[in-house]
């Protein structure tokens, strides 16, 4: 079931189709029985949208000069699609069709995208792992015994597997970065504010859309298409200098940049080969004329899960009264995961003062934080503090739903931290470990800064190019 032409850069892709090399049409359906051929072992997608993504892709002629005209990509099923489910991978939300856009859909459908389906993430997106009671778990193609990570699961485990060439995905605690990681691919959280999260909302303390991607280059492209100000945004990030795909391009100069591998979890242990991985990355970035140095940032022997959890939570319960509204009652236990549930009744006994406590800490330290980091053009850390955990390690069911959120912090210490600080951050495959998984760094950078960002990280792209490996995926459906 492997399509080489699925696995080459969304801007090929859309070149291809302009100079009429390959249809949007025949691109679409190829996407399609690749989905097909594929998503019995993987299971990444919650909705397949054969008729609309063929028909939208009929309509797509040569020479159209949308940049990604007649490309396929799937959008994670948190956010609405016209004409598609909103499920949330939850039973609470059933098959809910919205009617409206999110208003990152929207531009990726006036970019010319053709929307193949949705894709599945735990139930409400709270964990790093994909396995939620409604869709079952979501299998990593370089180990289906592993999770693809989470909660942008599905998306990640569909570009890897070669299912589609791009995926749409969002990160509020690390929910692009860790399954990019888990899976091999490239995955940005961009600065806070830097894509709208309209029309549901005005903007996110923690949360920020982008995609799962092969290269530096297809990521950079969709930052520029994504980005900036939407009418009614409550807060927006400064608009950058230039396009993020020409900064991507510029070779960086040299470079100040810290190495930080002391997770920013009390108590988080970080396996050897998650650490090579990061002081090999810093190895190469002195190789290519940067200055490195270890560091100890403001974060170490700081344990922020209960003040995340208290500001993280109440968006989880609005999710759940929201899927609630959709039924005309008011939500019951066995509507959801135990873990929702326990995040759902948590929230209700809160007061408003813990909310604005816990809100305000998170804001102090990440002051603290941003403030240390000044001098520094990135900052170095490992992706994860283990690798990809086996299937069942972490999920929302089960008598101990508060003993698998804990866990889910061990397994990921590094990336909620950037949330906090709003600063961008990439994950960046880099190495492969000797169990044959993908072993990645992320490289922080500094505020509002995602073109030098990028283009650091395409520097390291150059030296030491991950876009050609490709998963051993599997026959069979793998063991739980």
């Known amino acids: 079931m492997d399509d080489d032409l699925l696995r080459e850069p969304a801007l090929e892709l859309g070149a291809r189709i302009r100079a009429g090399e390959c249809s949007a049409l025949e691109l679409t359906e190829r996407c399609l029985?690749?989905?097909?051929?594929?998503?019995?072992?993987?299971?990444?997608?919650t909705f397949v949208a054969h008729e609309q993504a063929l028909e939208a892709a009929s309509a797509i002629e040569r020479g159209d000069p949308r940049p990604f005209a007649g490309v396929p990509i799937a959008i994670k099923d948190n956010r609405p699609v016209a004409g598609m489910p909103l499920t949330m991978c939850s039973d609470l939300w059933g098959d809910f069709t919205p009617q409206i856009d999110a208003y990152v859909v929207r531009r990726l459908r006036a970019a010319g995208f053709v929307l193949v389906g949705k894709?599945?993430?735990?139930?409400?997106?709270?964990?790093?792992?994909?396995?939620?009671?409604?869709?079952?778990?979501?299998?990593?193609?370089?180990?289906?015994?592993?999770?693809?990570?989470?909660?942008?699961?599905?998306?990640?485990?569909?570009?890897?597997?070669?299912?589609?060439?791009?995926?749409?995905?969002?990160?509020?605690?690390?929910?692009?970065?860790?399954?990019?990681?888990?899976?091999?691919?490239?995955?940005?959280?961009?600065?806070r504010g830097r894509i709208s999260v309209g029309p549901d909302a005005g903007d996110?303390?923690?949360?920020?859309?982008?995609?799962?991607?092969?290269?530096?280059?297809?990521?950079?492209?969709?930052?520029?298409?994504?980005?900036?100000?939407e009418a009614g945004d409550a807060t927006w990030a400064p608009a950058s200098p230039r396009r993020f795909a020409e900064a991507a391009r510029e070779r960086p100069a040299r470079l100040r940049i810290g190495l930080a591998l002391t997770p920013a979890l009390d108590g988080a242990e970080l396996d050897p080969t998650c650490a090579a991985a990061a002081r090999q990355a810093a190895a190469l970035l002195e190789t290519l004329g940067h200055g490195v140095e270890e560091i100890e940032p403001p974060w170490s022997g700081l344990d922020l899960l209960p003040d995340f959890t208290r500001a993280f939570g109440p968006g989880i319960a609005m999710g759940v009264l929201a899927g609630a509204r959709l039924t005309g009652r008011e939500p019951l236990e066995e509507d959801v995961e135990p873990l929702t549930?326990?995040?759902?009744?948590?929230?209700?006994?809160?007061?408003?003062l813990t909310y604005l406590v816990a809100q305000n800490?998170?804001?102090?330290v990440a002051r603290r934080i941003v403030a240390f980091l000044e001098p520094y053009d990135a900052v170095v850390t490992p992706a994860l503090a283990q690798r990809p955990v086996p299937t069942g390690a972490i999920h929302g069911r089960g008598p101990d739903p508060w003993g698998n959120y804990r866990r889910s912090g061990a397994f990921t210490p590094y990336t909620a931290i950037v949330n906090v600080t709003g600063l961008p951050a990439i994950a960046l495959p880099l190495y492969q470990g000797e169990d044959g998984l993908p072993s990645s760094v992320q490289v922080i950078g500094c505020p509002a800064g995602e073109g030098e960002l990028l283009a650091l990280a395409a520097q390291l792209e150059e030296a030491l190019p991950w876009a050609a490996r490709r998963p051993p995926i599997q026959a069979g459906p793998g063991p739980a």
């Open 33 to 45: 029985r690749a989905i097909d051929g594929l998503e019995p072992a993987i299971n990444a997608f």
């Open 119 to 191: 894709t599945a993430l735990p139930e409400n997106g709270i964990l790093p792992t994909t396995e939620s009671r409604r869709n079952g778990p979501t299998r990593n193609p370089w180990a289906l015994a592993r999770t693809p990570g989470g909660s942008s699961g599905g998306s990640a485990a569909a570009v890897a597997a070669g299912m589609v060439p791009i995926a749409h995905g969002n990160d509020g605690g690390g929910s692009t970065r860790i399954p990019a990681a888990c899976c091999g691919l490239v995955g940005l959280k961009p600065a």
């Open 204 to 229: 996110s303390f923690l949360v920020s859309d982008g995609v799962l991607t092969r290269t530096v280059s297809d990521t950079a492209a969709l930052l520029d298409l994504l980005a900036g100000y």
């Open 341 to 352: 549930w326990a995040m759902y009744e948590r929230a209700r006994s809160q007061d408003t």
């Open 361 to 364: 800490r998170l804001e102090n």
